[in-house]
């Protein structure tokens, strides 16, 4: 799913004027380890369902705490996990299977990248045989 540079500002520009992180809205600067981005697809997935939302979101190149944009290095696509490209290594290790999109949006500030991930239903996402979810702006198992 590829949405225009002007909806994908507005998006994140709502989202920024959020005033903190919340069970469905996570930011981070270059963090791209994979094991962390399956766990956060998973609780974030799950917290959506339980607090009404349709997608939840994961954010790099903002800053955590000011939510102002800094830019990100991270490149999904070019980013792997072995041989594997990071997207089907996620979507192998994910149960029941969700849609997630990676959207890139380049601003004047930097390179943002906004995972979209759908809300779970009927069954807890799960990333590698664990259940995930956000308390708050925290993620547990």
């Known amino acids: 799913m590829t949405y225009p540079q002007d909806y994908l500002s507005g998006?994140?520009?709502?989202?920024?004027?959020?005033?903190?992180?919340?069970?469905?809205?996570?930011?981070?600067?270059?963090?791209?380890?994979?094991?962390?981005?399956?766990?956060?697809?998973?609780?974030?997935?799950?917290?959506?369902?339980?607090?009404?939302?349709?997608?939840?979101?994961?954010?790099?190149?903002?800053?955590?705490?000011?939510?102002?944009i800094l830019g990100t290095t991270f490149d999904p696509g070019l980013k792997k996990v072995g041989n594997e490209e990071l997207e089907n290594w996620l979507l192998r290790l994910l149960a029941p299977k969700i849609n997630f999109y990676f959207h890139v949006l380049v601003t004047d500030k930097g390179r943002v990248v906004i995972l979209e991930i759908d809300r779970a239903s009927r069954h807890p996402v799960q990333f590698q045989g664990k259940e995930y979810i956000r308390v708050g702006s925290y993620k547990k198992s």
């Not at 369902?49 to 705490?65: C, R």
């Open 11 to 68: 998006l994140l520009n709502e989202l920024r004027a959020l005033p903190r992180e919340t069970e469905w809205v996570e930011f981070k600067h270059n963090n791209d380890e994979p094991q962390e981005i399956g766990e956060y697809i998973s609780a974030l997935s799950n917290s959506a369902a339980l607090v009404g939302k349709a997608s939840a979101y994961l954010i790099w190149g903002i800053e955590d705490g000011t939510h102002e």
